[in-house]
């Protein structure tokens, strides 16, 4: 199989779909691999090294889309890259399709098979390909909030772990996932105090005996959010409904509860975000203001640190890249169950149910659009 690895053109974006390390392993079971030049090359993964790993660079997107029969990125395609797609090529990527009614339209015109790393699952009902950019997410929410928290970025001009004879923030984490434990981690390893809520008795109780008397933990309801939020210095929203739109769990009308330059974090804006005034930003300009409240919504915030990211998020993917090339996406796909749960586009049909019912199109089981 030819496979192609595109640069990242949204913006800010510099992590890539393969790592040289990667490159070598599909070439070595037999394939061939395209690189778009300097590709990797904001993250030090430059041209050179792709090469001794047997990969082929290529000048443009253009030609490597062409000739390609796999495309394995990073972020969902942009309007010029979903342009570029043609029936029967695999596309292998974050996708995000619920809240994302352009991009998915253009995905069915395409007649490509696109399968979105953040519905593949595990044996355990865990999502492997989405778990470490969670974890990136998780622990970034915490230092952008910190600095957002910072007077000079419109912030209360609280400290986070505070001082001795000053109390510290208080740290309210919606969501105790991979993104939530990761955050409420790395806001203890601050000194903060922290709450994190959740509907699942069971992830309440592992958080408990985890971290005993350090965590505050809460069964999570509408009441329960809204009492939090007069006290609460920084909220991280890290809720996941998998494949489907997140839920709105802070309507605007309750930011007035809240301290005026108080935060909010919202990681899962990938997905729509669960805070009625969210919208996504860029690392560019990643803030802004709604009622006194500073909002953090940068959509692929794992790229602000795009070294780390490609790396572990690579780890995760490749195992199914190199079943993908050797089977052929067709095989690959009906032999692991898996791997079919990523299956969201297929030949101009929707094979993924939350994606269909929140976008109206007609639901196609993957198996049955596979034929």
């Known amino acids: 199989m030819l496979i192609g690895v595109p640069k990242e053109i949204k913006n800010n974006e510099y992590r890539i779909g393969l790592t040289p390390a990667g490159a070598r ?19 030090g993964l430059v041209d050179e090294m792709y090469v ?30 979903c342009a570029m797609l043609r029936p029967g090529q695999v596309l292998y990527t974050y996708l995000h399709l619920a809240p ?4 998915t339209k253009a995905l069915v015109a395409s007649g490509a098979t696109c399968i979105a790393y953040e519905t593949v699952t595990d044996r355990k009902g865990g999502l492997p390909l ?16 910190a600095h957002a928290l910072e007077k000079a970025q419109g912030g209360s001009g609280m400290l986070l772990g505070g001082v001795p004879g000053v109390k510290p923030a208080e740290v309210l984490v919606i969501g105790g996932g991979v993104v939530g434990i990761n955050a409420a981690r790395i806001a203890m390893g601050m000194s903060a105090r922290v709450t994190v809520v959740d509907r699942s008795l069971d992830r309440l109780k592992y958080l408990d005996e985890l971290y005993g008397d350090r965590l505050t933990t809460i069964y999570s309801t ?62 560019q300009d990643p803030t802004y203001e709604v009622d006194g409240i500073i ?8 790229g602000g640190v795009a070294r ?23 095989q690959a796909l009906l032999d692991d169950e898996h791997l079919l749960n990523g299956l969201n586009v297929h030949d101009g049909k929707v094979t993924y149910k939350a994606v269909a019912d929140v976008l109206g199109y007609e639901y196609v089981p993957a198996a049955k659009a596979l034929g």
Do not use: W
């Open 130 to 145: 989405l778990a470490p950019m969670s974890e990136v997410a998780g622990r970034m929410s915490i230092q952008a909030g």
């Open 222 to 283: 509408h009441d329960a959010i809204e009492e939090r939020l007069p006290e609460t210095d920084l909220v991280i929203g890290a809720v996941l409904i998998p494949g489907a739109a997140a839920p709105k769990l802070i309507a605007r009308s309750q930011l007035k509860l809240m301290r005026a330059g108080s935060v909010l974090v919202d990681v899962a804006i990938d997905q729509g975000g669960c805070f009625e005034t969210s919208k996504a930003t860029t690392h």
């Open 25 to 43: 392993e599909l070439v070595t079971n037999g394939h061939s691999v395209l690189v778009q030049h300097d590709g990797g090359k904001g993250i």
């Open 100 to 103: 994302d009614p352009e991009q």
């Open 295 to 302: 909002h953090y919504c940068v959509a692929n915030m794992p």
């Open 52 to 81: 001794r790993a047997g990969a082929q660079i290529v000048d443009s997107a253009a030609e490597l889309f062409q000739r390609a029969d796999m495309i394995i990125k990073v972020k969902e395609p942009q309007p010029v890259e």
């Open 308 to 330: 780390t990211s490609t790396f572990a998020l690579t780890n995760a993917t490749l195992p199914f890249a190199v079943q993908l090339a050797n089977k052929g996406a067709r």
